[in-house]
Each structure stands twice: as structure tokens, then as C-alpha cells.
């Protein structure tokens, strides 16, 4: 009995036979774009909350198997920090938020972002990592 995956001639197997791993990444049309996620996240960081979007862009870009997560994440981080400063703004022009609470509320709200943006940056530097494991990049 001869096994399918074992070839002894030098011609090559159908893409149907290629060994493949459930998290190997296939780069899409827009993959040699792809950058460090270390950049993305401090593009992310210095230009928030429209930098976020970057992270969700550059996630359909390098086509990973998280894509749609990363994206709904970032779109998140970045619906919560544009609901949180309109509610510091408004809070201050009313005078309910005054200056030791405004403080709080804006270190948990930015808290949580930075939870979601690393949570993505995490997800990217992964595919990233098999892609240039793979040479795929």
C-alpha cells in the first residue's frame, strides 16, 4: 500500500496534497504592504483614535486567520474613544465631569483600548511570525 503524501518521483504534488497548517497565512492581493506590527501599533498609539483604523487595515492586508476579529476589535477601540471624548467634552462644558474625575474616566477608557490594541497587535505579530517563517512574505 503506498501513501499519497510520499512521492518518490521529483515532479510536483497538486495543491490539493500540499501540506498545509490550519494557521499558515495566504497572502492576499495587498500582501506586499504588509509591515511590522511594532509600527502599526505605534501608529496606532500616537495618532488615536484614527490610528486604530490602521491596525484594522493593516489586518485585511496581511490576510491572517483573525482578520475579521481584528478588524471588529479596532473599529471598537475606536467607536470608545471617540463615545469617551465626546463624554469628556460635554461632561466638562456642563460641569458635571470636573477635574479629579475626568482623569479616572479617561485612564479606563484608554486602558481598555490599549487592551484591544494589543489583543490585535498580538493576533498580527502571529501571522506575521508563520508568513516569514514560510517565506510568504
Known amino acids: 500500500m503506498s501513501n499519497p503524501w510520499v512521492s518518490n518521483s521529483a515532479e510536483p504534488r497538486p495543491s490539493a496534497q500540499r501540506y498545509r497548517l490550519s ?14 506590527p511594532i509600527l502599526v501599533g505605534m501608529v496606532a498609539f500616537f495618532f488615536s483614535p484614527l490610528g486604530l483604523l490602521v491596525i484594522g487595515i493593516h489586518g485585511l492586508i496581511i ?30 462644558k456642563q460641569g458635571w465631569l470636573e477635574f479629579p474625575r ?19 497587535l498580538l493576533d498580527q505579530s502571529r501571522t506575521m511570525a508563520l508568513r516569514q517563517a514560510y517565506a510568504k512574505t
Not at 111 to 120: A, G, W
Open 23 to 36: 494557521d499558515e497565512p495566504e497572502g492576499g492581493r495587498f500582501a506586499r504592504f504588509a509591515i511590522s
Open 63 to 92: 490576510n491572517g486567520t483573525h482578520k475579521w476579529r481584528d478588524v471588529v476589535l479596532t473599529v471598537l477601540a475606536c467607536g470608545l474613544e471617540i463615545i469617551i471624548a465626546i463624554i469628556l467634552f460635554q461632561g466638562r
Open 102 to 120: 475626568d482623569g479616572y474616566f479617561d485612564a479606563v477608557a484608554s486602558t481598555i483600548s490599549f487592551v484591544m490594541i494589543m489583543k490585535v
